[in-house]
Nanobody, 127 residues
Framework: QVQLVESGGGLVQAGGSLRLSCAASGSIFSINAMGWYRQAPGKQRELVAA???????NYADSVKGRFTISRDNAKNTVYLQMNSLKPEDTAVYYCNADIKSRTYYSGSYYYDEYDYWGQGTQVTVSS
């Protein structure tokens, strides 16, 4: 069983900063790409930022220069540092990770790979 737990959301004034964290736990063998998505009311979920296991990153145009994604592979954790926040950044932010899990049963290891999601954390930016 693999779980993603997010933290760090909240209410902040425009121009302020927040840092989101997402920790993966469970029967993890390896983690490939990790990322952050967001969904505002009445809108589709969109990619905010992603990072590969090797550290390569990509960002939505709307957050380039303001947000920074990073990861700590030893802690199975991904972060999103959000600076210069704008009211239009208001959304529920979801962590996503491509995780290969390993379980041991009756003398053998079994591997599965899935795309996991966190429960979401609310970010509200007031004007």
């Amino acid at each position: 069983q693999v779980q993603l737990v997010e933290s760090g959301g909240g209410l902040v004034q425009a121009g302020g900063s927040l840092r989101l964290s997402c920790a993966a736990s469970g029967s993890i063998f390896s983690i490939n790409a990790m990322g952050w998505y967001r969904q505002a009311p009445g809108k589709q979920r969109e990619l905010v930022a992603a990072i590969t296991s090797g550290g390569s990153t990509n960002y939505a145009d709307s957050v380039k220069g303001r947000f920074t994604i990073s990861r700590d592979n030893a802690k199975n954790t991904v972060y999103l540092q959000m600076n210069s926040l704008k009211p239009e950044d208001t959304a529920v932010y979801y962590c996503n990770a491509d995780i290969k899990s390993r379980t041991y049963y009756s003398g053998s290891y079994y591997y599965d790979e899935y795309d996991y999601w966190g429960q979401g954390t609310q970010v509200t930016v007031s004007s």
